[in-house]
């Protein structure tokens, strides 16, 4: 059973689903644990409107005939895009109506009443060169090694690129929901990488990463299969850190670099600072003398530090 619902389309998916969904982003569908999540009144009443049944013969109403549900992942990620993203099988002539369009229809009439406030010119970017593109298609890691396939066996699509592990997508979905504090999770083909998340990456690897977050394992202990026992044990390895090496001397390229700036610092002597000196003061016959023969003299007390 499904302990995972997309509140506002309305439908209740599983644990793999709910990874792509997520994925789509919260304009497109806001993604809520059954059990662990907070509900609101507003979400509970977008669950009862719809409902799976109603959600499908909504998105799915031009689906064609003898269509086969996908198996893969890759398979299911472009369906469930296909699906809610370009609403490419959508009922277009449906007069399903939920609360919470009701509200968002009352919003735009009461914004077309308001006079139009006046938009910053932003500005248009440039189309990106072809010698850019490939640029940034270079910076993205090159394609997991099969040795790297996670726990369900599966070649991994995805990283969570802090921890510098390959995830598959169901295990995606659950990175995610242990917040970015913890694991931040990047598609290895989808999204653009920075040169520090790829030396991540290259430092890491699954293999150091299993040696470092799995250190005191239990002897005989066996994998998860199930959803839920995945997800408490992913919580268990990375949130909690249960299993951690903590004599591990795991630095990276970061933290390194960060110890040879404090090594300079302690190495380099400390400037002498400029004698500055104090002057006795002068006697009041001294000062009017000095008015009379001299043009106006700054007093010495309002010369600032430098000089000038």
């Known amino acids: 059973g499904p302990r995972w619902a997309s509140w506002n389309t309305g439908v209740f998916i599983c644990i ?6 997520r994925n789509l982003g919260v304009h ?12 609101t009144p507003e979400q509970i009443q977008c669950m009862q409107e719809m409902g799976n049944t109603k959600a499908r013969l909504l998105y799915e109403a031009n689906l064609p005939e003898n269509f086969r549900r996908p198996q893969t992942d890759q398979a299911v990620e472009f369906f469930i895009r296909d699906k809610y993203e370009k609403k490419k099988y959508y009922d277009k002539n449906a007069t399903h109506v939920t609360s919470k369009e009701k509200e968002k229809k009352k919003e735009e009439r009461k914004r ?29 890691p090159k394609k997991v090694p099969e040795s790297t396939v996670d726990l369900l066996g599966l070649g991994p699509r995805w990283a969570s690129w802090n921890t510098g592990v390959f995830i598959c997508i169901r295990c995606a979905g659950i990175h995610r929901n ?12 989808l999204d653009q990488w920075t040169p520090e998340q790829i030396q991540c990456m290259q430092e890491m690897g699954n293999t150091k990463a299993r040696l470092l977050y799995e250190a005191n394992l239990p002897e005989n202990f066996r994998r998860p299969q199930t959803d839920q ?20 001397t795991h630095v990276t390229s970061k933290e390194k670099e960060k110890k040879k700036e404090e ?12 004698n500055l000196g104090i002057e006795k003061p002068q006697k009041k016959e001294d ?6 023969t001299s043009p106006k003299k700054v007093p010495e007390s309002t010369v600032d530090l430098l000089g000038l």
Do not use: M
């Not at 793999?16 to 969904?21: E, L, M, S, T």
């Not at 497109?28 to 509900?39: A, E, F, G, M």
């Not at 000062?287 to 009379?292: A, I, R, T």
């Open 112 to 140: 077309d009443k308001e006079p139009e406030k006046p938009l910053k010119n932003l500005g248009i970017e440039k189309p990106q060169k072809k010698e850019d593109q490939q640029l940034e298609l270079k910076t993205s």
């Open 178 to 189: 242990l917040g970015v504090h913890i694991s931040r999770v990047k598609s290895v083909n």
């Open 16 to 21: 793999r689903c709910a990874g792509i969904h």
């Open 287 to 292: 000062q009017q003398l000095e008015l009379k």
């Open 263 to 274: 090594r300079k610092r302690d190495k380099e002597p400390e400037k002498p600072l400029k």
């Open 28 to 39: 497109i569908s806001r993604v809520k644990s059954v059990n662990l999540d907070q509900w």
């Open 229 to 248: 026992a995945v997800e408490f044990f992913i919580r268990d390895k990375y949130e909690k850190k249960k299993y951690y090496d903590k004599n591990a």
